[in-house]
């Protein structure tokens, strides 16, 4: 199984208030069991350590100072998914325009990044966005994170 792991996933799960928070610790436990069996490859878009970096860092903050917990990825290996040229996102962007038949495409570069990624990989996206989540199906696979399969 291949999945495409979303930043709000792993943002989610370093904030105990957040909606979402619970199935975001449970699927990261799973992805990491997945992953050390073999049983599953977790990939992204370099974004994610970026933005996954920058929660950790503002959280940090927001703690006066406090250390930082274990990151939301520690211990994980994701694979990174970038484009080979600009040929490779062209391609998908008429291939998107086209699947959404004249509805609005391009919701916001980040989410079309994680898009990417999964096209390209043929993978599923796991998300808790929810703008992510009315993609499913137009390129590839989106699902939340309590309905990610593994195996």
């Known amino acids: 199984m291949r999945i495409v792991l979303d930043s709000s996933v792993a943002i989610a799960s370093m904030k105990p208030a957040e909606p979402g928070h619970a199935d975001a610790l449970a699927f990261l436990e ?3 069991a997945a992953v050390a069996a073999g049983a599953a490859r977790v990939l ?8 996954v970096y920058v929660a950790e860092q503002r959280l940090a903050t927001s703690r006066r100072g406090a250390p930082a917990g274990a990151s939301a ?4 290996a994701v694979e990174l998914v970038a484009p080979a040229d600009e ?4 391609e998908f962007l008429a291939l998107l325009t086209k699947r ?3 509805r609005r495409p391009f919701a916001n570069a980040t989410d079309l990044v994680y898009l990417w990624a ?3 990989t043929d993978a599923t996206v796991v998300t808790l966005d929810e703008g992510l989540l009315k993609y499913h199906g137009v ?7 309590q309905h990610a399969r593994l195996v």
């Open 100 to 102: 959404m038949r004249g």
């Open 87 to 90: 040929g490779a996102v062209t």
């Open 73 to 76: 990825l520690g211990g994980l």
């Open 30 to 32: 799973r992805a990491r």
């Open 44 to 51: 992204a878009p370099p974004e994610l350590w970026l933005e």
């Open 139 to 145: 390129v590839c696979d989106v699902t939340r994170p």
């Open 118 to 120: 999964a096209h390209r």
